[in-house]
């Protein structure tokens, strides 16, 4: 019982630093304010949320105990309840297993970053919400525990990227943010409700859901599947919801980090691996899901290659790596999916907060044309973000290559062979991305740039994630290197396994290997050796340096319409009709009242005279018509 306690902590820690620091910030003026005590009141919350997730995660792991809290019961009808339970088995624990102990190298790394900011009390009231909502939405017992925190989530979001609301392009992002998110709710809730309507069972959860799914017939299975999936779509960015994130870069760097390491992007496919089960059964669905997945991680790939802010690379680059995560998924495969998340969230933690430590100490210059030659003056920073770089790249024996290495197997031996080639171009593409990136920052010696020291703190969190990003990968090291895939092993999920030669799986291996090295070896001689490779004014070169005009054309067929309907409803049905309609009716009051004031004068014989008026006609009214 004690243990399970302590998910209600694991909750709890986060929001009780939002709520002191809430207090403090309202009552204590900030050069009133002891540094010492707002720094350890910002990330005591998910620190002891992170020791509490790697216990429990430890005794699930190694004792296969599952954990359940039931803090109260949230909604009692007669065909449907639900509680505010919560739910830790292995999928949960290893989700909290990195999003809380990456969450705290991003909070100590943000103590740095926002040091001098005026407004880093706020910042990290958010921030521990923005957490306390990660939590809840993965230990979530059932589908609508979850959504609270998935719209938590989404809100905390709006408000971090928004954080700096005194631009107006930054209220734009976090619009753009919230709006396209909506819609992917909309999709999300449609499906969890259609699942009460059709099971409707007592408890409503996850575990008496699959064991009803079977109830339900093919038709709307197939529907609530696509209806989640929109949900994922919208938090994890794929197409056609994707435009968001690119723009969700004007938050602070610690908030790009936080949403694309650990948090808000990994969300959709923690749900859709949640509902393993009934996706599993939709097989259609799951095609459709791989197809999605692998068109978003091709079209992010290629924009990535023409995008010069250095959060926005990044950002692509998060989009392109999340699609490889639902092409594993759509095709059956969660394990290795999750596996990706989870070696994803340290390589991408230390590449956005690498790329802030880069802005600040550049005075806040993000466009990589303006960078270069920091190697000798950031040696540091440049061997923790080479390391990342190789990890997303799959390079052995880096992490990202065991994830992606697993995934591209899974591709090929399912048999969707346009897929897997899709697949494989995009990791071209992201190792050309990725040491573009590398070269164009670090090894340019045209540019003689002033560098301002970057903080010890900042810098430790840094290099905790990239040791971390060379070796979780062999966590999970297949049976070719001699492992036993532990990892996909402890989730136990409803994974299609499809199994090939060693000399198959080498030959994929040495294939996609060399993809990536003359990937690298391209970006050498086009970055480096500044050897032109392609023009620059060409059509294809304009349609990836604008992200395929995706934005103008949304703006052209949903935006302007929406605004002139908005406009003609505003002018025409609202003052139009609707007010002309009140305001004729009180204007029509105010002249009949107006006629019947004369009757108001004062005169106490007028009033005499009417009252006898009155009741003359009423004695008459009795004598002629009752008697």
């Known amino acids: 019982m004690l243990q399970s306690n302590l998910l209600f902590y694991i909750l709890f820690w986060p929001l009780l630093s939002a709520i002191i620091l809430s207090v403090l910030n309202l009552f204590?003026?900030?050069?009133?304010?002891?540094?010492?005590?707002f720094d350890f009141l910002s990330v005591a919350g998910v620190s002891f949320s992170a020791v509490i997730s790697l216990y429990l995660a430890y005794q699930n792991y190694v004792f296969s105990f599952d954990f359940g809290y039931n803090i109260y019961t949230f909604l009692d009808l007669e065909s449907l309840k639900i509680d505010f339970a919560l739910k830790a088995d292995a999928l949960s624990l290893m989700m909290l297993s990195f999003v809380n102990p990456v969450g705290t190298a991003i909070f100590f790394y943000a103590l740095a970053y926002m040091r001098d900011d005026r407004s880093s009390a706020r910042f990290f009231i958010y921030f521990n919400l923005f957490i306390f909502f990660m939590n809840l939405l993965v230990l979530g017992a059932n589908p609508f525990i979850m959504f609270l925190g998935w719209e938590g989530v989404g809100i905390m979001s709006y408000l971090l990227i928004g954080f700096y609301y005194d631009d107006f392009s930054n209220i734009k992002a976090a619009n753009k943010a919230f709006?396209?998110?909506?819609?992917?709710?909309?999709?999300?809730?449609?499906g969890i409700f259609l699942l009460a309507v059709f099971i409707g069972?007592?408890?409503?959860?996850?575990?008496?859901?699959?064991?009803?799914?079977y109830k339900i017939e093919p038709f709307y299975l197939n529907l609530i599947a696509i209806l989640l999936f929109v949900g994922a779509m919208g938090k994890s960015a794929q197409i056609p919801l994707y435009v968001w994130l690119p723009d969700a870069m004007a938050g602070p760097t610690p908030v790009s980090a936080l949403i694309h390491a650990a948090t808000m992007v990994t969300a959709g496919v923690y749900m859709v691996a949640r509902f393993s089960d009934l996706f599993s059964m939709v097989e259609e669905v799951g095609v459709f899901i791989a197809y999605i997945g692998a068109f978003s991680a091709l079209l992010a790939a290629l924009i990535a290659t023409k995008?010069?802010?250095?959060?926005?690379?990044?950002?692509y680059s998060t989009m392109s790596q999340l699609g490889y995560m639902f092409m594993a998924e759509g095709l059956g495969n969660y394990s290795y999916a999750l596996f990706h998340v989870f070696t994803h969230s340290f390589f991408k933690a230390t590449l956005f907060m690498g790329a802030g430590a880069i802005i600040l100490a550049l005075h806040h210059e993000q466009d990589i044309r303006k960078m270069g030659n920091l190697k000798d003056k950031m040696p540091a920073l440049f061997y923790m973000m080479l390391v990342a770089a190789l990890s997303i790249s799959a390079?052995?024996?880096?992490?990202?290559?065991?994830?992606?290495?697993?995934?591209?197997?899974?591709?090929f031996s399912s048999g969707h062979y346009l897929i897997y080639f899709i697949a494989l171009f995009t990791s071209f593409l992201t190792a050309f991305y990725m040491f573009r990136f590398i070269f164009y920052i670090f090894f340019s010696h045209k540019r003689d740039i002033e560098v301002k020291a970057t903080s010890k703190l900042m810098l430790i969190p840094i290099g905790v994630?990239?040791?971390f990003t060379i070796i979780v990968g062999f966590l999970n090291t297949p049976e070719l290197l001699g492992g036993d895939e532990r990892f996909s092993l402890w989730l136990s999920l409803?994974?299609?396994?499809?199994?090939?030669?060693?000399l198959v799986e080498i030959s994929l291996i040495v294939i996609n290997t060399v993809f990536i090295l003359l990937a690298i070896f391209l970006a050498y001689l086009r970055f480096y050796k500044l050897i032109r490779l392609e023009d620059e004014a060409s059509t294809l070169s304009k349609l990836l340096s604008n992200a395929f005009y995706v934005d103008k054309i949304y703006n052209n067929l949903f935006t302007k319409p929406l605004h002139k309907l908005s406009c003609f409803a505003d002018e025409k049905c609202d003052i139009g009709f609707i007010d002309k309609l009140i305001n004729s009716l009180a204007f029509g009051y105010i002249k009949i009242s107006k006629k019947f004031s004369v009757t108001q004068n004062g005169s106490l014989n007028l009033y005499m005279l009417v009252s006898l008026g009155g009741v003359s006609l009423m004695m008459i009214y009795i004598l002629v018509v009752l008697l």
């Open 179 to 190: 709006i396209l998110n909506r819609i992917g709710d909309f999709g999300f809730l449609s």
């Open 465 to 467: 994630l990239s040791f």
């Open 494 to 502: 409803f994974d299609q396994r499809y199994f090939v030669s060693h």
């Open 307 to 315: 995008t010069y802010d250095i959060k926005k690379i990044l950002a």
């Open 28 to 37: 204590i003026k900030k050069e009133l304010r002891s540094q010492i005590l």
């Open 395 to 411: 390079i052995f024996p880096f992490s990202g290559f065991f994830s992606k290495d697993a995934i591209m197997l899974h591709l």
């Open 201 to 213: 069972v007592d408890g409503y959860s996850f575990e008496a859901l699959s064991e009803s799914y």
